[in-house]
């Protein structure tokens, strides 16, 4: 079975600070992970996502997040925040393909200016 | 990146109506959607996988006759609330599978549900 834990619910940082969301996983098979952004009333758009290829894997808007395999995680950063970061922020794992999404509860991200 | 709409993004019906919401993947086929269901501060919840050209796949304890799924083309999947009621209030998104060597989901971008 699989299931993600985003610890934290809420996170603030400073406008120009470090972002760090932090996405521990559990996978019975080697798995496919995501990052997905949403902002207030909209639908999900799709970050970044591991594949089994590189364990850094760099996304949009200059995000970019660390598939490790000892630790379970894969924690997603960006080196400074913009106000337009604010958003809620979703990891979700997949045991091959993207076809069996399952997703975090989600981390708000708050920029503060 | 692919393109995904959703219709309406937002409807206010009366309790023991029928809602209609449209999926529509607009640059790609997509022979596999999916049907989320969010509900305030909290993540989403897949309701059913969409296959085109068969029956949906509901996930456990999400009533099929409730939540009518067609998906007659390879760019368009139709969720219907039927006889909705208050507690079917929520935000419902809806994903298309875009195949390739790294199959990813696609999102719309969500339509708002109340219920009177």
């Known amino acids: 079975a699989q299931s993600v834990t985003q610890l934290g619910s809420h996170v603030s940082v400073s406008e120009g600070a470090l972002v760090l969301l932090r996405c521990n996983y559990s996978?019975?098979?080697?798995?496919?992970l995501f990052w997905y952004v949403q902002y207030p009333n909209q639908g999900l758009q799709l970050l970044l996502k591991y594949t089994s290829a590189a364990t850094l894997v760099k996304g949009i808007n200059g995000f970019e997040a660390e598939f490790k395999k000892s630790e379970t995680s894969f924690h997603l950063t960006k080196p400074s925040a913009h106000m337009s970061d604010a958003a809620e922020y979703f990891c979700a794992v997949s045991e091959g393909g993207a076809n069996n999404l399952f997703f975090g509860t989600g981390t708000r991200l708050t920029v503060i200016p | 990146g692919a393109v995904v709409s959703q219709h309406p993004s937002w409807v206010i019906c009366k309790s023991g109506t029928s809602v209609k919401i449209e999926c529509r993947s607009l640059d790609f086929q997509a022979t596999t959607m999916f049907w989320y269901r969010q509900f305030p501060k909290q993540s989403l919840m897949l309701m059913a996988t969409?296959?085109?050209?068969?029956?949906?796949?509901?996930e456990q304890g999400v009533e099929k006759d409730k939540f009518l799924i067609n998906h007659a083309s390879l760019t368009l999947s139709t969720l219907t609330v039927t006889s909705a009621h208050p507690e079917d209030s929520s935000f419902y998104i809806c994903?298309?599978?875009?195949?390739?060597?790294?199959?990813?989901?696609?999102f719309g971008p969500g339509t708002r549900l109340t219920v009177l």
């Open positions: 994903s298309a599978l875009r195949p390739g060597p790294a199959d990813t989901q696609y």
């Open positions: 996978s019975s098979v080697p798995p496919y």
């Open positions: 969409s296959n085109e050209g068969s029956k949906a796949t509901y």
